[in-house]
């Protein structure tokens, strides 16, 4: 059976990988290459050609990982829900095939020697490997295709489309077909299935090339084997908690066992990785001494999903490859240009009806709060729309500001990715913007994922960071060859140790990265300094096409939009508490505020469910700043729903710092419900603020402070209201019906005889 375990028949080898993507798939077949006494542990299962989960009716038939060890794992993080896969070979099993190139200016930030000139040989190299190619021009294009080429012409984007180099086999020739290395596979027939594994065996996945071939050569492998903590074993290296899934009688806890390793590879992807030495220095304390960077620079890639409805031409997102075409832009301002790549996406049709299978009895629903129903009402709608050939889906990539962290919490030691995601809101909203003129160029209608609309949270494939390169342990985790500092013979070469997003699709980034740094690890490891990996020699350079594209857009300048804006400025006073001041006896704070809103695109900010807009100006508080202070990157989210019901909030993220250099971050909410002494001058004047360490932002539930718009500073704010960019009098307007749009559902409604609830009630 394809989901019978493997388990490792020794107690110690020379070196041992933990995780099967694109590091770990690289790592253990140039170790097994060069001759090195390998294993290699994946804690899911191998998935051959035809194994993938397809019965809708049974999520724990090999769906979810959290069900029999399944495919998917999805993982809510606080400030993400992040997307990773389990199998043998990783996120290749469900990744969307883009080989993409990194452009130089990602490199910039990267310790020496990393280049694109550096690195290219082993692009070639993994270029090679996954034998990588455009969707053929002698074929008969998806509809999304050619549907994606015609926005970017009429958007003016045509200098930066491309069709990306993608990882599957496209021709076929019958069966008893192979591939380079004698590894069976068929061609594609653009069943759309790339995302939840290719029974067709068309998609160049890892375990059909470096996997293959590292078992070929002799590396041992052990599945449904899960790394848990790793410790030091003396001269015998590095000393590796394993917990074996599926030993008879064991339940879903498994059984535990340790292997020892003279060298210990961790691949098991930026939130696995990083997970595996927390626990060890923080839960277990058997390495201690890990750096303390250890869990910085995550970085969610820039990830943005976004879709469109009622096109007027199918879109046909079932039907090809899941990614076909990719755009590069240009945009943000000429102090703060932003670069990202949007591409368009598809699904299975088993996706669609998979997300709209899910409904709840109707005698848990009655028992549900109000967001809860809701929730569940957002998620519905949403999969309706997924089950129409005019539905679009986007996906846009950016560099992001990878300054998340990665952390344990609690007595349980929950896995949590802490990160201020409201300073990437430029980025998203850039990305959002483009995708919503595709969506509109094609003529539908944008539209939002549920974990966007309701709780503004990023949905992210592309995890990056944890255990960062860096020059030294102040500015990373690891050396620049993947060797964490302190600790000889432990490596991480997968996604952790990428410093920043890759600006693209990253996995190819990831292997090259590996490539290099097992070269440096094998010459090290057999004495041997002129050690290279068997395919060097074939491995000749091929077409890069977003090198081009990214060539052409350069060339050409910046996309500037012009779109229709509106600006304004309000001033606010009152008093808060600090974090110290809070026992009730501590001294109340006299805080100013002043502060321009800035709105570039009006339509963007309504489509928007977050409803967006950029905050510049001052802040003043007693104690902290002897004089205003700039704000650094605030965001207010104006009058956006609370849960998806009537009630709305208006909240205020302040970054700021004091006179001693210290970061601080002021939370405020107007909360505008219906409700006892709560009526519409009350609720939008004054602010419930909080101003609190931004890494504990999390612990300021409750309000510390109140701060108040006087009447002839309302006066003024509506007498400062300017147009931006196209803008005139009528966007104005438009600005006003919405603002008075928003405040009337919040208020015209049926009284329901209490507060708002208590989420609203919270910053």
Known sequence: MHDAPEYLARDHYEALVVGSGFGGAVAVCRLAQAGIDIAVVERGRRWPAGSFPRDLSRLDDGWLWLCSHGLYDALPLNDILAVRAAGYGGGSLVYANVAARSPQAVFADWPAPYSRAHLDPFYD??????????????????????????????LGHRDGFFHPNLAITFDDRGPGQTNRFGVPQRGCTYCGQCDIGCNVGAKNSLDRNYLALAERAGAEVGTRTEAVWIGTAGDRGYRVRLREYGHPGTGKQGTEREVTARYVFLCAGALGSTEILLR??????????????????????????????DLGADF?????????????????????????VIEEGGYSEHIAELVSSMHLPSYLTEHMNRSARTLIGTAQTFAGHLRTDRTAVLLAMGRDRADGRIELRGKQHRLRVVWDTTRNDPLYTDEQVVSAAVVRALGGTPFAPPTWRMFRQPVTVHNLGGVPMGEDPSRGAASPDGEVFGHPGLYVLDGALLPGATAGNPSLTITAVAERCIEIAIRRITADPAWQAPQHADAAPRPVPEDAAVQAVATRGPTRRRAAGVRFTEAMTGTVRLPADTDETGPSRAAKLRLTVVIPDLQAMIDDPTHAAELYGTVRVTGLTARPTMVSGGRLHLLATV???????????????????????????????????NNPWYATTRLAVAVVDPDKRYDATEPTGRMTISLPEVVRLVSSLRTTGDGDATTVARFGRFFTGQVARAYLRPKSGRRGPAAARNL
């Open 316 to 340: 046909a997102p079932s039907i090809g490859p899941t990614i076909t075409t990719a755009s590069v832009i240009r945009g943000g301002d000429p102090d703060d240009e932003r670069w990202f």
């Open 643 to 677: 849960d998806g019901g009537p009630d709305r909030t208006m909240t205020y993220h302040l970054p700021f710092t004091d006179d001693t250099g210290r970061p601080w971050l002021l939370l405020g909410t107007k909360h505008v419900h219906r409700g006892w002494r």
């Open 280 to 309: 060890s220095r923080d839960q277990y304390g058997t390495l201690p001494d890990l750096p303390g960077t250890v869990g910085s620079r995550f970085s969610g890639n820039g990830d943005f999903l976004s879709f469109g409805r």
């Open 125 to 154: 190299l993994a270029a090679h490997m996954l034998d990588i190619s455009p969707i053929p021009a002698d074929r008969d294009l998806p509809p999304k295709t050619r549907l994606m080429a015609e926005a970017a012409t009429r």
